[in-house]
């Protein structure tokens, strides 16, 4: 399977359209999408996704008392965003 364009990604255009642009030096368009607070969303993924992933690394190890649902649910997002199957 191939991973994504590497981050970060930005979101360049205006309220009613964007391109994001990742990779390097930000010269790979991945996606138009219409509507700004969207746009600004999909750049975010990429760090969202390694934030998420590293939260999980920090957490899990500890086995805090009512967590589980909430990693449980981390690693379903996390399988979503790379294709992976749990």
Same mark, same amino acid.
């Given at each position: 399977?191939?991973?994504? +364009?590497?981050?970060?990604?930005?979101?360049?255009?205006?309220?009613?359209?964007?391109?994001?642009?990742?990779?390097? %030096?930000?010269? @790979? +368009?991945?996606?138009?999408?219409?509507?700004?607070?969207?746009?600004?969303?999909?750049?975010?993924?990429?760090?969202? &996704?390694?934030? &998420?992933?590293?939260? &999980?690394?920090?957490?899990?190890?500890? %086995?805090?008392?009512?967590?589980?649902?909430? +990693?449980?649910?981390? %690693?379903?997002?996390?399988?979503?965003? +790379?294709?992976? @199957?749990?």
């Amino acid at each position: 399977m191939e991973s994504h +364009t590497p981050g970060p990604w930005v979101a360049v255009g205006d309220y009613r359209a964007a391109f994001i642009c990742g990779g390097p %030096r930000r010269q @790979t +368009t991945i996606c138009e999408i219409w509507g700004w607070r969207d746009a600004l969303l999909v750049a975010a993924a990429p760090e969202l &996704l390694a934030s &998420l992933e590293e939260l &999980l690394r920090v957490i899990e190890p500890r %086995r805090i008392p009512g967590v589980k649902r909430i +990693t449980n649910r981390a %690693r379903k997002v996390i399988a979503k965003a +790379t294709g992976e @199957t749990i």
